[in-house]
């Protein structure tokens, strides 16, 4: 049986710069196949062409069969190409916004199934969270908020935690109030690989960038890094 596996990027990589491709070398490793296949979802930026176009010439450089699927064009039987793949890729965006596409399509119980069956899952930012019980977005324009998201994996989850300002209090200020119990925040060009449900690791493809859990403890915020 294959290990189910879960690569959630805080931010960076090939959507920002093709640069070393060191995130997604390691999510081709994963995978025991020369020649991956990998299916790029870019439905949080509304099927941008831009972030398609780097993602091919990304993944293959990698030597991956790259695909991808588009929800606002016609769209083809999702079912059938995703449980064809060998790795998923969610590209970042709007996360509500992706959430209701997906849900109207059962592209988010198509994806459970995927998981179960060893399909790498990965993503970043809106990709990144989408895997959790829930996520902090900033798909509202004037706030962040907690979603509910796919529930794949336990937890609640926080991207871009060290590069935008306004990540941090938030997260500290709805476990101190105990909206949350605790949170994983995921910085920029780091990831949290998650292995069969259990097994965390910190991926830093950056200088010294970190994945961490903040919770509270006799009313004191600590932070457990993976």
């Given at each position: 049986m294959k290990n189910k596996n879960i690569v959630a990027i805080g931010g960076g990589g090939f959507g920002r710069s093709l640069g070393e491709l060191k995130i997604e070398k390691y999510i081709t490793s994963i995978v025991d196949n020369n020649r991956p296949k990998i299916c790029f979802i870019p439905t949080a930026s509304g099927d941008n062409d831009l972030y398609k176009l780097n993602f091919y010439r990304a993944f293959s450089k990698l030597n991956c069969?790259?695909?991808?699927?588009?929800?606002?064009?016609?769209?083809?039987?999702?079912?059938?190409?995703?449980?064809?793949?060998?790795?998923?890729?969610?590209?970042?965006?709007?996360?509500?916004?992706?959430?209701?596409?997906?849900?109207?399509?059962?592209?988010n119980n198509i994806l459970?199934?995927?998981?179960?069956?060893?399909?790498?899952?990965?993503?970043v930012s809106a990709g990144a969270i989408c895997w959790f019980d829930k996520g902090i977005t900033d798909s509202f324009s004037?706030?962040?908020?907690?979603?509910?998201?796919?529930?794949?994996?336990?937890?609640?989850?926080?991207?871009?935690?060290?590069?935008?300002?306004?990540?941090?209090?938030?997260?500290?200020?709805?476990?101190?109030?105990?909206?949350?119990?605790?949170?994983?925040?995921?910085?920029?060009?780091?990831?949290?690989h998650i292995t069969d449900d259990f097994k965390y690791e910190s991926i830093n493809f950056g200088k010294n960038k970190k994945c961490l859990k903040i919770f509270k403890e006799q009313n004191k915020l600590i932070r457990e890094y993976f």
């Open positions: 069969i790259t695909t991808h699927i588009d929800f606002f064009s016609r769209t083809e039987n999702l079912e059938q190409k995703v449980l064809s793949q060998d790795i998923i890729y969610v590209g970042g965006g709007n996360t509500k916004s992706m959430l209701a596409v997906w849900k109207e399509w059962n592209l459970k199934i995927a998981y179960q069956k060893g399909i790498v899952m990965s993503g004037d706030r962040l908020e907690i979603i509910d998201c796919l529930g794949i994996v336990k937890g609640i989850a926080c991207p871009h935690f060290d590069e935008e300002e306004e990540r941090e209090p938030f997260v500290n200020e709805i476990i101190k109030s105990n909206k949350i119990n605790s949170c994983i925040c995921i910085e920029d060009n780091c990831a949290l």
